[in-house]
């Protein structure tokens, strides 16, 4: 039997850093994966989508390009290619993980792993390896990195409709696609359908998208949607999904209204793996179905650590990539590096991405008395394109100290643009800060250091 100073279980982002980092301090590493080497933010997340929101970018590009001067016209969209070609770049990524843990000397384990108890884990057969002879391992210290998994409404029908596993490899583009839910998945599909020319319905259960976003952020975006064509259906949620005799669905929503639709997308959260861990072997504790943890990722099980999503804190690949770094480095190099994960920058990258750092105003008023800064405009490309987009930007300033506490916007690169202002808000830096930081022109960036006006202020509520 194998011994480890480390064994992770789960490849995916955050499992991954942990175990590069711990071999590259010297530690003896080993890592188990199931499904597939990268998780679920390289096969089926992060990286498939934003191949896929590029895709739907090109179609306004097209139509733009012309008002610009191109004689071109955007024609039909090819989605088996886009497939083919996303899954090619995804094939080469899955190799890159592979080839970086073994060149840091990590053992490689190729099945589904469950524990014996709190020191032994099994390896055995798995979706990537079936035939998989079951192998022991011991290690000193265990790390639980499985992620999570999509969820569908428990309602009648809903085994007729997919979830975002699904839409990475359907066969073909549904004309039709009603979207359940509006946080990241639900927006990012939305924005990506209508890209490419399906007519979306979106259905969720709040008055605004994106419950926990700044509401004025909120506001516009769901102001937006009819722009790029989508439907929402708000405060309403499905009962049912059936099948039409001419093969289509019908969604009925709480609402009394139904949607006719060739495809329904449940985007509606992520439940964390933990079935056939064999957690109760090792006696880990779960609460509210996620691996309960400490500040510093430990669970109740001395030398059992939870990373990522299986935790369910901020369920973000960056974060789960930080706990992993984190976690490795306590273990193995003593470091005291902190992280500032209260201002996690957050984007969502619908067709005009929406990116965030710090709090919200409803969060921010709670503390302190503020002053909002905010601005809506037209950008410079579609003063000749003639859409009438519009870009929104707001900043959120403590009155009494001066700190910006948070930064929201929606428009072009607002997530590009947003990993600098990150930096700014994790480094407490106030109003004159940014005022006397020279802009650079003509951007939509500069708006965030030419904000001279209050649009409000605002006291302080208990
Ligand atoms: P979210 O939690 O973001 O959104 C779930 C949506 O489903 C919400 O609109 C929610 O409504 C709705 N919902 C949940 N339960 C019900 C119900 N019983 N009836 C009706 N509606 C319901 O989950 P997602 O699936 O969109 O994404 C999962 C996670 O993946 C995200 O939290 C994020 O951490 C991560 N992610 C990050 C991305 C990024 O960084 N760009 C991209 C994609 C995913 P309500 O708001 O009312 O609860």
């Known amino acids: ?29 080993g890592i188990a994966e199931s499904r597939h080497w990268g998780g679920t933010c390289v096969n089926l997340g992060c990286v498939p989508k934003k191949l896929m929101v590029y895709a739907a970018e090109y179609g306004d590009m097209a139509a733009d390009a012309r008002a610009y001067g191109w004689e071109m016209q955007a024609g039909a969209h090819d989605w088996k290619k886009l497939i083919v070609a996303k899954d090619r770049e995804i094939e080469r990524l899955n190799h890159v993980y592979v080839s970086m843990l073994e ?15 709190a020191h032994t884990v099994e390896i055995g057969p798995g979706p990537l390896d079936t035939d998989a002879t079951p192998q022991r391992i011991t290690a000193k210290n265990i790390v639980i990195a499985t992620g999570s998994a999509p969820e569908r409404l428990p309602i009648e029908g809903a085994e ?36 490419l020319g399906s007519q979306v319905d979106l259905v969720y259960r709040q008055p605004l998208p994106l419950r926990g976003f700044d509401e004025e952020l909120r506001m516009h975006l769901g102001n937006a949607f009819s722009d790029y064509g989508i439907r929402s259906h708000i405060a309403t949620s499905p009962q049912r999904v059936r099948r039409r005799p ?9 609402s009394g209204q139904t949607v006719e639709t060739d495809c329904v997308f449940f985007a509606t959260g992520r439940k964390p793996n933990i079935a056939s861990l064999g957690l109760e072997a090792a006696g880990v504790r779960v ?33 789960a990539i930080a706990e992993g770094h984190m976690l490795a480095e306590k273990l193995f190099a003593k470091s005291e590096r902190e992280w500032s994960f209260s201002t996690t920058p957050k984007a969502v990258f619908f067709s005009e991405p929406l990116a965030t750092v ?18 809506q405009f037209r950008p410079m490309r579609q003063t000749i394109s003639g859409r ?9 300033v403590d009155a009494r100290t001066d700190i910006v506490l948070g930064v929201h916007m929606m428009g072009d690169a607002a997530a590009e643009l947003m990993q600098g202002l990150a930096i700014a808000v994790t480094a407490k830096l106030s109003k004159q800060d940014f005022d006397r930081t020279i802009g650079i022109h003509p951007t939509t960036a500069e708006e965030f250091v030419t904000m001279r006006t209050p649009t409000r202020h605002v006291e302080k509520q208990n």
Do not use: W
């Not at 955050?14 to 301090?25: D, K, L, M, P, S």
């Not at 060149?103 to 108890?117: E, W």
């Not at 509210?288 to 690949?317: H, Q």
């Not at 009438?388 to 959120?396: D, E, Y």
């Open 358 to 375: 710090g709090l919200t105003e409803e969060e921010a008023r709670r503390k302190t008395s503020l002053i909002i800064y905010t601005a």
């Open 388 to 396: 009438s987009r519009k870009t929104f930007m707001k900043l959120i």
């Open 246 to 254: 001419d093969g289509a669905l019908d969604v009925e929503l709480n």
């Open 1 to 29: 039997m194998q011994e480890f100073d480390l064994f992770v279980i789960g490849a995916g982002s955050g499992g991954v850093r942990c175990a590069r980092i711990a071999a590259q301090h010297g530690a003896k590493v």
């Open 160 to 195: 007729l409709g997919i979830v975002s596993d699904d839409a990475f490899h359907l066969p073909e583009r549904p004309k039709r696609i009603c979207i359940v839910g509006s946080g990241y998945i639900g927006v990012e599909f939305a924005g990506i359908f209508a890209g």
């Open 103 to 117: 060149k840091t000397g990590v053992s490689l384990f190729t099945g589904r792993a469950k524990f014996i108890d």
């Open 287 to 319: 609460e509210d179905g996620r691996i309960a943890v400490d500040r510093e990722s430990a669970t109740n099980i001395p030398g059992i650590y939870a990373i990522g999503d299986v935790t369910d804190r901020i369920n973000l690949t960056p974060v």
